[in-house]
């Protein structure tokens, strides 16, 4: 004879396994229709970039088209917002960065609950931030650097990509270190900040990879150190600044893939699987060496532990630095 308890947790148990199978067919039906992915950044900077190759390639593998839509402002978190409150069915993605899902927690009145407000697709790609100074700068590495900044009190700008930004947090994390006090001059994205390092409004820029690897190669800017543990083989040169005697520092822009919570967690591994497929071909992997793109796509259920650690990084250093935005 069945108890109330039992017979209860037996229509639990159907109801889940309903649910389960009605979310298997619709991710096995995936997508069939147009996909907007969401970058919340201007265009043409290397979110952008990144997101519009990986779109083409999907749009190819998967059969209906994924279109980027760019919507920044606010260190991204504008565009968080609008797919915050999208309908979770994988029809609106956000391709984004560590300045919004670990950074802009700790400096914004956010519009959503950064820990509850998304599902997770997992983390995509990562590029090395490079330290870079203007070609005319007599800075050769960066204890010389160090000691212009300490002869030179007060004339030194540095610049960044916007309050909040992952290269931001990264300068700022590296001056706590170095010891030294530098004004910020905060452009609105990496593209007019590189132009100001081309024309030497400011001294020096800790800058991603996509932004400042081609003036690198030509000569225009002079890499002073690059931010990974081990030198990156995208400029194996430029040693990192754990060899010029900051053992504990490393820093990445990082890029990864999210719904709206309640997105069903199979349309998620599915786009996973499909990201890591694309970044796997050829012409892809050749695209992003171009752009400064290290693939590092780790599935869905890695996230969390990884936000969660980059997220408690990102405060002690705006904690430390005292960051604050307008």
């Known amino acids: 004879m069945w108890t109330r308890r039992g017979l209860g947790s037996m229509l639990a148990t159907g109801v889940a396994a309903a649910r389960a199978a009605a979310q298997g067919n619709e991710a096995a039906n995936y997508p069939n229709r147009v996909v907007t992915m969401v970058v919340p950044w201007a265009a043409g900077g290397s979110t952008d970039a990144i997101g519009r190759v990986l779109a083409a390639r999907l749009s190819t593998d998967l059969g209906q088209a994924f279109v980027v839509e760019n919507r920044g402002g606010a260190s991204g978190t504008i565009g968080a917002a609008l797919v915050a409150r999208a309908k979770p069915d994988g029809y609106t993605l956000l391709l984004n960065g560590n300045s919004t899902y670990a950074i802009a927690p700790h400096l914004y009145r956010l519009p959503y609950d950064n820990d509850h407000a998304f599902a997770y697709g997992g983390l995509l790609a990562s590029q090395p931030i490079f330290m870079v100074v203007p070609k005319a700068s007599p800075a050769t590495d960066v204890a010389s650097y160090v000691a212009l900044a300490k ?89 990192t600044l754990h060899e010029q005697g900051y053992a504990d520092f490393e820093a990445l822009d990082l890029l990864a893939l999210f719904g709206p919570a309640g997105t069903p967690a199979p349309i998620l591994h599915r786009l996973n699987a499909a990201c890591a497929a694309a970044f796997a071909a050829p012409e892809i992997r050749e695209r992003l060496d171009t752009l400064g793109v290290v693939p590092t796509v780790q599935p869905p259920e890695a996230f969390p532990a990884h936000a969660a650690a980059e997220s408690a990084k990102s405060r002690d250093v705006i904690q430390a630095r005292n960051i604050r935005v307008q």
């Open 151 to 239: 002869h030179s009190p007060g004339q030194l700008q540095y610049g960044s990509a916007g309050a909040g930004s992952s290269t931001h947090i990264a300068t700022e994390m590296w001056l706590g270190m170095a010891q030294l006090e530098i004004p910020d001059v905060a452009y609105r994205s990496g593209a007019p900040l590189v132009q100001g390092l081309l024309s030497n409004e400011v001294s020096m820029a800790f800058q991603a990879a996509s932004g400042v690897l081609p003036y690198i190669r030509s000569g225009d800017l002079r890499a002073l150190a690059v931010s990974t543990r081990e030198r990156s083989p995208l400029a194996p040169e430029v040693p």
